[in-house]
């Protein structure tokens, strides 16, 4: 076997504690999977079929053979990765049921609590609209659907024990993971726990403080200072990045002035690394 095969055997030998799962206080049901299509595809399907199911309900998968991102984009599930997708009720977090920008950044910054005390001397932060960079390099995307009635599907792609080394080209070149920042196996079992812990944390305090939040966006903005361009229909934008509001917006400073941007294509001018991500009205962020 290769060192690739073995790196990729011992992966996924480090299986997810379902047990474990199941008796934490913060979730109330779990669904297990070796492999699925997509968790989000399948939280969607149980809301579907048990409108009344109990909150929040989680679905994990090894593998996936069609992972989801924003609008037509997949995410790559290496062995050893984190796929998972929250169907919760945001009234039980304290917050209304409707669609709200900030939230997938919330959502980023309870990742970035987790993962952070793992990558000491590693520079961790949130790349809008809807990813966690760690190095340099992709950690986590972040994807939340909201469904007719409100509740919401969220859902966190995340490289944890895989290698970029197994990733499809295009991914090695902008991602990154836990295993190939520290060079340790992690327990995903213990991860997965962490950011559903903050994820209520974090929802909670946005109900509460929500100018405290605003502060975070502002600070842990990885863009910040950096040339891009954003693209709105048929209308283009460049500017400097001025960081990102309290409400979620990007700001960008051009010529005429500070301006603010919820949707759009954004994508790096000339100098700064390459990018492009879009960010849709609905705010469906991440892949899972």
């Known amino acids: 076997m290769t060192n690739e095969g073995s ?21 109330a049901r779990v669904e297990y999977h070796l492999s699925l299509a997509s968790t989000q595809d399948r939280a969607h399907e149980i809301a579907a079929q048990a409108p ?9 998968a090894e593998a996936q053979s069609a992972g989801r991102g924003r609008g037509a984009n997949r995410w790559w599930t290496g062995a050893g990765s984190l796929a998972m997708s929250l169907l919760l009720d945001p009234i039980g977090w304290g917050l209304a049921r409707r669609a709200s920008p900030e939230r997938s950044l919330v959502a980023a910054l309870a990742v970035i609590d987790a993962v952070a005390p793992r990558l000491q001397g590693h520079a ?17 995307g972040i994807l939340i659907d909201v ?17 970029l080394a197994q990733a499809p080209p295009d991914v090695q070149a902008r991602g990154t993971s836990l295993f190939d920042l520290t060079g340790v196996r992690h327990d995903r079992t213990e991860l997965l726990l962490v950011i559903v812990e903050r994820l209520e944390a974090r929802f909670r305090q946005l109900a509460g403080s929500p100018e405290e939040l605003g502060r975070e966006f502002h600070e842990r903005c990885l863009q910040v200072g950096s040339r891009l361009t954003i693209r709105a229909g048929s209308r283009s934008t460049s500017g ?12 960008i400073e051009t010529p005429a002035g500070r301006q603010r941007f919820y949707s759009g294509v954004l994508e790096p001018s000339a100098g700064t690394p390459a990018r492009s991500e879009k960010c849709q009205a609905r705010p469906e962020t991440g892949g899972v």
Not at 52 to 60: D, F, K, N, R, T
Not at 147 to 163: A, E
């Open 7 to 27: 790196s990729a055997e011992a992966a996924r030998s480090e299986a997810i504690d379902v047990g474990r799962l199941s008796g934490a206080s913060c979730l």
């Open 52 to 60: 009344a199911v109990e909150m929040p309900l989680l679905v994990v």
């Open 124 to 140: 961790v932060g949130l790349f809008w609209p809807n990813d966690v960079f760690a190095a340099g390099r992709k950690l986590a």
């Open 147 to 163: 469904l007719p009635d409100g509740r919401h599907v969220l859902g966190i792609g995340m490289n944890v024990n895989n290698s």
């Open 240 to 251: 400097t990045c001025a960081g990102i509001a309290a409400d979620g917006a990007l700001l």
